[in-house]
């Protein structure tokens, strides 16, 4: 049976998805198992502030690799295909280590960490040779995101959920490995991030190659060349490239508030909850790739169904006594940080109401393959960002990390109201607008 033929119903959408966002949720806690870890270190703040420098720069690198998920997702359909990718990926993967190589063992990364970073002399060593072991990191969680994307598009979610929890499990035995020895460095945080992607790159290796062998040789949308595959994926890259810049900005911004430490500390812990929330969100264009070429009515009632509960949440988490529950008892938020904190969280609920929306226009994008609207997007993203730190900081100086998190909030708006637009006009030469996919859902509902 094809695709096309496939009986597709609401349940089956969710099977779908509920691994994808299991996976991106679980991932929050790996971070939490490595940096558990080096606080237990003797000089741990110097340890964790080492590690820390080195992961953001690392972040740009892997957020790089992890990019081909969706361009496998989008572009594979055949075995044919998925060797081009494979080749694709490679030379990316080559160029990624090139640039991680001369940071970690070139006087270019003394530079980067003291001068961009701003890092203490006496924390660059230690800096690079976390960096030398993450290098390793960003190539199988390249290879990891290539394979999960075969994965993905067979519908087989559950083995990202399977594969991040093995993951999970590897890196809190060698966590508690590293505590009991006593032997804890900045290295040690690397070494457990790396010793976990690898095992949950093998894993979704072993599955991809075995779906890839009941693929056909040949798919009627089959890509024909690697630079049609760099002509979808190079838009994606640069606007990666953008959104980076929005973080040092924010972190800019607020160094200039009234109360700088309160600041930072309140917009950190807010955000991290609201990301935590966002996380198991952050597949819906997933959904939109595999699913709304044959099934685009329902897969719209799903985004009408999901794509306010990150809103809700976030409320009731502002505005009811669980908010400070959880940031007191769970996070260990107290005193005015907490009442801070709050206050931020409440100043996300625009950026959780926006979000949904925006990876669902984020998906239409790549299955109408126009990802060269997604520069735009995040350029309007990027300014509109930088407008609203810079009059929260002139203007509303007092209201401190809230600033930050109105910032966000608006560059999402403004992100949604690009992609829309763009969709929309294509849409609506097809008949298809989001809009015409709800009054299709009333009329069926009557």
């Known amino acids: 049976m094809n695709r096309s033929e496939e009986v597709i119903g609401m349940k089956s959408l969710f099977i779908f998805f509920i691994p994808l966002g299991l996976s991106a949720s679980l991932v929050t806690i790996s971070h939490i198992i490595i940096n558990s870890t080096l606080v237990r270190a003797e000089n741990s703040e110097f340890i964790l502030a080492s590690y820390t420098i080195a992961i953001s720069l690392f972040g740009i690198t892997e957020r790089l690799g992890v990019l081909l998920r969706q361009t496998c997702s989008s572009l594979v359909r055949d075995r044919d295909s998925y060797k081009l990718m494979s080749k694709f990926a490679l030379y990316l993967i080559g160029c990624l280590m090139l640039a991680a190589i001369s940071v970690a063992f070139t006087p270019v990364g003394d530079f980067i960490f003291a001068q961009v970073f701003g890092a203490k002399a006496t924390m660059v060593n230690d800096i690079k040779e976390i960096y030398q072991v993450l290098i390793f990191v960003t190539i199988f969680s390249s290879l990891r995101c290539l394979t999960q994307g075969i994965i993905i598009y067979n519908r087989q979610t559950k083995w990202l959920t399977i594969g991040m929890g093995i993951r999970l499990a590897v890196m809190y035995l060698l966590s508690i490995f590293f505590i009991y020895s006593g032997n804890i460095s900045g290295k040690t945080g690397a070494i457990i991030f790396l010793a976990g992607m690898i095992v949950e790159c093998l894993i979704s290796f072993i599955e991809a190659r075995k779906l890839v062998r009941k693929m056909p040789e040949k798919h009627e949308q089959e890509i024909k060349s690697k630079r049609a595959i760099f002509k979808f994926y190079s838009p994606l890259m640069y606007s990666s490239l953008i959104v980076v810049m929005i973080g040092p900005a924010i972190n800019v911004s607020l160094g200039k508030t009234a109360d700088i430490e309160l600041a930072i500390a309140s917009y950190a812990i807010a955000m991290s909850l609201t990301q935590l929330i966002l996380s198991f969100f952050s597949y819906i264009h997933q959904i939109v790739i595999n699913f709304?070429?044959?099934?685009?009515?329902?897969?719209?009632?799903?985004?009408?169904?999901?794509?306010?509960?990150?809103?809700?949440?976030?409320?009731?988490?502002?505005?009811?006594?669980?908010?400070?529950?959880?940031?007191?008892?769970?996070?260990?938020?107290?005193g005015r940080l907490l009442d801070a904190s709050l206050h931020v969280l409440k100043a996300t609920l625009l950026m959780a109401l926006v979000f949904p929306f925006v990876d669902y226009f984020n998906g239409l994008l790549m299955v109408f393959k126009r990802t060269k609207v997604t520069i735009i997007s995040q350029s309007a993203k990027l300014v509109v960002t930088l407008i609203a730190l810079i009059i929260g900081v002139n203007f509303a100086a007092q209201w401190n990390g809230v600033i930050g998190a109105i910032g966000t909030s608006l560059g999402f708006l403004a992100e949604l109201m690009v992609v829309s637009i763009y969709v929309h006009a294509i849409e609506r030469t097809k008949g298809q607008s989001l809009f015409v996919g709800i009054k299709a859902l009333t009329k069926n509902e009557k």
């Open 292 to 334: 709304y070429s044959e099934h685009n009515i329902l897969v719209k009632k799903f985004l009408l169904l999901t794509g306010f509960l990150p809103c809700i949440l976030v409320a009731i988490l502002s505005y009811t006594p669980l908010g400070g529950f959880f940031l007191e008892y769970v996070m260990g938020v107290n």
